[in-house]
């Protein structure tokens, strides 16, 4: 087998960890509040410095990289990437590289079919049969 296939394959792995990854960086940011924000009996249960709250599934927690108004570039940066990986990821599934993510866009190996050659037809001849 083409052993440009298995570097696609791995190629479409590590965008796939890097993209997690970076979707499950951008979450807390997205979720959090600043400290000041949120109610007393909540800012009091935080520990001293905490500057953002994040709340996950109700349960508040202190999250220590900060609310998203003072890190604007840092998370747009990450949302640039995850958007580029994810049209790679896209691009090398409709161009046939890799992992065939759609049934259509599955490899077909050489020697399958003789060039110019396609299947004839038969579901006109199945519909006069009846």
Same mark, same amino acid.
């Given at each position: 087998m083409d052993t440009s296939t298995y570097r696609w394959h791995a190629v479409?792995? $590590?965008?796939?960890?890097?993209? =997690?990854w970076l979707?499950?960086?951008?979450?807390?940011?997205?979720a959090s509040a600043p400290i000041a924000e949120?109610? $007393?009996?909540?800012?009091?249960? =935080?520990?001293?410095?905490?500057p953002s709250v994040f709340t996950n599934h109700t349960k508040y927690s202190c999250f220590w990289g900060g609310p998203l108004s003072e890190h604007k570039v840092k998370v747009?940066?990450?949302v640039s990437a995850l958007l580029l990986l994810w049209?790679?990821?896209i691009f090398t599934a409709l161009t046939r590289r890799g992992f065939p993510i759609l049934k259509w866009a599955r490899r077909r190996t050489r020697g399958d079919e003789p060039s110019g050659a396609t299947r004839p037809n038969?579901?006109?001849e199945r519909m006069r049969e009846r």
């Open positions: 479409q792995i $590590a965008i796939f960890i890097v993209a =997690m979707f499950l960086n951008i979450v807390p940011y997205l949120v109610p $007393a009996e909540i800012s009091a249960q =935080m520990p001293n410095g905490c747009g940066v990450m049209g790679l990821f038969k579901s006109l």
